[in-house]
């Protein structure tokens, strides 16, 4: 008897599955730090651009990000985000820096733009280390291959949806 073939919605479904669960795990990388899983999200992010060189998001020669990128980026729920910068760059030491858009770059003059501090980046570390230690645990058993290969996959949804965003009505709905 032949094997049949796995749906493709349940290899999505597994992706909705896995963040549901990998909720749990990401409040465990952030206990007793201060943040909340909003505020670790985002230092995170800009972790990732300062210190581990990730290049999701885009940043300046300065090496700030803009608010309108990260609220893309983010994991957990972007809304209040203004305010969550705020709050992180009035804290004693400041753990973000904010600026106003840089209009001769070409951004609007109204927009802003965010980095992560020195202090935010002691601050945020034993976070990342945290979620290093759990995706260790999690994985442990699991095949290099097989990782690499669900990476892969991964990366090629995320890559196939940003590129379709905006279009992605007409992309569903069979008009491209």
Not at 27 to 48: C, H, N, P, R
Not at 62 to 76: N, S
Not at 132 to 158: C, P
Request: proline content about 3%; hydrophobic content about 40%.
């Amino acid at each position: 008897m032949a094997k049949e073939k796995l749906p493709y919605t349940e290899t999505i479904n597994s992706i909705f599955t896995a963040r549901r669960d990998l909720m749990f795990a990401s409040k465990w990388a952030i206990e007793g730090s201060k943040f909340t899983m909003e505020q670790a999200d985002l230092l995170v992010a800009l972790y990732g651009v300062k210190v581990l060189g990730w290049d999701d998001l885009k940043q300046d020669k300065e090496g700030y990000v803009a608010y309108r990128l990260l609220e893309k980026f983010l994991v957990h729920n972007p809304s209040l985000l203004s305010r969550r910068i705020i709050k992180l760059a009035n804290a004693k030491p400041p753990l973000v820096a904010v600026k106003d858009g840089d209009v001769a770059a070409g951004q609007h003059f109204n927009s802003k733009r965010v980095c992560l501090t020195e202090h935010g980046v002691k601050a945020i570390a034993p976070v990342w280390k945290r979620y290093e230690t759990m995706a260790e645990k999690l994985l442990q058993d699991t095949d290099a291959g097989e990782r690499e290969i669900h990476y892969k996959v991964n990366n090629e949804i995320s890559s196939r949806i940003r590129l379709i965003r905006g279009g992605l009505n007409a992309l569903l709905s069979g008009e491209v």
